[in-house]
């Protein structure tokens, strides 16, 4: 068998367990050149390069990941030379939409099949363009049933009108009557808004990697005044940046801007636009704005974190966006494990994204077959008992690709970390975020600065990211060095006992300590729950989960863990299962 030596990795001599070294791939070409990019478990024999996505094992020899990249067709379109119909131009006449617009956006007319109606139908086209090529085409009938070009890529139409001022709206019509109004510089989302109670649109937002949006400075949000309307509001702040946003109040009785043209002109559209009022000031909340939220909450009561997915936790620990959690643990007592079994349970409950900064988990390969295990509730590997199904794990890794990001910045330092993930706020609209853990961070304090001031500034950046962006933050640390007591086993450490300092407890909104008794023969876990800012989050107190070594997966009292692959369709298809 070959050694490391014949593919050029370099190790110390004696080198043993995981180990990070430079790439002989890609180090040399790189500004840093003796950076660790190339993660090794010199016991397994295998290596992974985060940079350059070379990896291999002495055993199987080396292969160089694959870039894969989705393919789009394009659609057959061309703008009709002859005009369009009376009767088409009529419509959108009613609709104050002139012919001046129509030939600007090379609106269209023909048939068309549509699959609402099994049958082929006459259909105005709106043709959506990245420069002067047709990305796509959307298809609208006189009875309102709608469909895109098949296989197309799903942008902003209006993407070529982009500016650093750019009004959002959603819909096609709403995009024409801003220009009406002199507003050319709007963009519309291809596919509506999500629906007000959907927990799994991640591929909704798909249009918001178009690099031209780089461009813009400041968002005009003109989304319809309905549930969906709000949720896309919502949801493009979050991502945009609430800093960056600017939102339009439409007059009674319009819901959207060609409402607006239709009932009260084009100058009473512009004031609408000119009105925009900025998001409300960070740190700064009129009673009066809030008092709709708060007499919602006494209706329906307040809102609790998300569920867990094990009843028993759910009584002390959920989940709520905008929190950070604490994990702390004896090294080898499950940390990492309970925390991927629960966000496993997260995406498959409420279609939550993650990113995952997880150094200790290298190569990615063995974090990734781990998730799987979780996620089909069988060993990835051959073994005694039956391993996932190749169909099982093609599944498998389809969903986890939705569902999860890994982080590892070239230099691993906090603001790097929230950088990238911020990044995929924007692009792929994560809810969770995974720092695991704190020492494999690196750490750069200024001169005369003690560890206690530099930990409070960095838990307060990661608690205003947490806020900002409606993200959980789950931050794993090590307690320092403990002492077994008179029987033997280690005490149940608490968040005074991380190293540094008294913030990790006090800065916290919740706290979490991950132990087992590794002197006995038994697969409990016990889940200590020592902190809960908010009482609506949940109360103070221990839950006992069994470990299935086999598959990684928890169980609680009743039985529940993450879902067994039991609904082929859906979860091909990458919905939410109710379970």
């Known amino acids: ?121 006459t259909a105005i086209q709106f043709p959506y363009f990245r420069g002067g090529e047709v990305i796509n085409v959307k298809y609208r009938d006189g009875r309102k049933n709608f469909r895109m070009a098949a296989g197309a890529e799903r942008v902003l139409y209006g993407l070529n009108d982009i500016s650093d001022v750019t009004v959002w709206v959603e819909g096609e019509m709403d995009k024409l009557a801003l220009e009406v109004a002199g507003y050319p510089n709007c963009v519309s989302v291809p596919d509506g808004a999500p629906a007000p109670d959907s927990k799994s649109y991640e591929s909704k937002f798909d249009f918001l990697a178009a690099p031209e949006l780089a461009k813009v400075k400041t968002h005009i949000l003109a989304v319809d005044n309905d549930p969906p309307g709000k949720r896309l509001q919502e949801e493009l702040s979050r991502r945009l940046g609430a800093e960056n946003c600017l939102l339009v109040e439409w007059p009674d009785g319009c819901k959207d801007a060609n409402d607006v043209l239709i009932q009260h002109g084009a100058d009473a559209l512009g004031r609408c636009i000119e009105a925009a009022k900025p998001l409300p000031i960070v740190g700064a909340f009129d009673v009066a704005a809030l008092i709709g939220d708060l007499e919602h909450h006494y209706a329906e009561g307040m809102p609790r974190g998300v569920s867990t997915g094990w009843e028993s936790i759910d009584r002390h620990y959920t989940v709520r966006p905008g929190e950070w959690t604490l994990v702390t643990g004896v090294p080898g007592h499950g940390k990492s494990e309970f925390i991927d079994a629960l966000l496993i349970n997260l995406a498959a409950r409420n279609g939550w994204r993650f990113g995952i900064f997880s150094p200790e988990n290298q190569p990615f390969a063995l974090h990734l077959a781990k998730l799987a ?191 067994i692959i039991n609904d082929r369709k859906a979860l091909a298809s990458g919905e939410t299962v109710e379970f």
């Not at 180990?19 to 791939?25: D, G, S």
């Not at 002859?82 to 104050?96: C, D, K, M, N």
């Not at 001046?100 to 090379?106: D, E, G, S």
């Not at 087992?516 to 839950?543: C, F, L, P, S, Y």
Request: hydrophobic fraction near 35%; proline fraction near 6%; include cysteine.
């Open 1 to 121: 068998m070959k050694t490391f030596a014949d593919f050029n990795i370099e190790l110390r001599p004696g080198a043993s367990g995981e180990i990070k070294t430079t790439c002989p791939r890609c180090s040399a070409s790189r500004k840093k050149t003796r950076y660790p990019c190339l993660n090794v478990n010199v016991e397994q024999g295998v290596w992974n390069c985060w940079h350059c996505s070379w990896s291999g094992t002495l055993k199987g020899g080396e292969w160089q990941r694959p870039e894969i990249r989705k393919e789009y067709r394009r659609p057959d379109y061309v703008a009709t030379t002859t005009g369009l119909p009376e009767t088409v131009i009529g419509w959108f006449a009613e609709r104050g939409i002139g012919e001046a617009v129509i030939r600007r956006n090379q609106i269209g007319y023909g048939l068309i099949y549509m699959p609402q109606l099994e049958d082929e139908t």
């Open 373 to 563: 295990e979780k996620y089909s509730g069988k060993p990835f590997n051959p073994g005694p008992t039956e391993r996932m199904s190749r169909g099982e794990f093609d599944m498998a890794a389809t969903w986890l690709d939705r569902h999860f990001t890994m982080i590892l910045p070239e230099e691993p330092s906090i603001n790097a970390i929230l950088a990238v993930a911020k990044a995929l706020v924007l692009r792929k609209g994560i809810r969770g975020l995974v720092i695991d853990p704190w020492n494999e961070i690196e750490h750069g304090r200024t001169q005369g600065q003690t560890e206690t001031e530099y930990i409070s500034i960095v838990l307060s950046r990661i608690r205003q990211f947490a806020r900002a962006h409606g993200v959980h933050v789950w931050l794993v640390a090590h307690p320092a060095k403990l002492f077994k007591e008179a029987n033997g086993k280690y005490p149940v450490p608490g968040p005074y006992d991380v190293s540094g300092s008294a913030h990790w407890r006090n800065k916290a909104d919740c706290c979490l300590a991950v132990w087992r008794d590794q002197m006995a023969n038994t697969r409990t876990v016990e889940i200590h729950v020592q902190k809960i800012r908010h009482k609506i989050t949940g109360q103070i107190g221990k839950v006992d989960l069994t470990y299935d070594p086999v598959t990684g997966r928890y169980f609680d009292g009743h039985g529940t863990a993450a879902p």
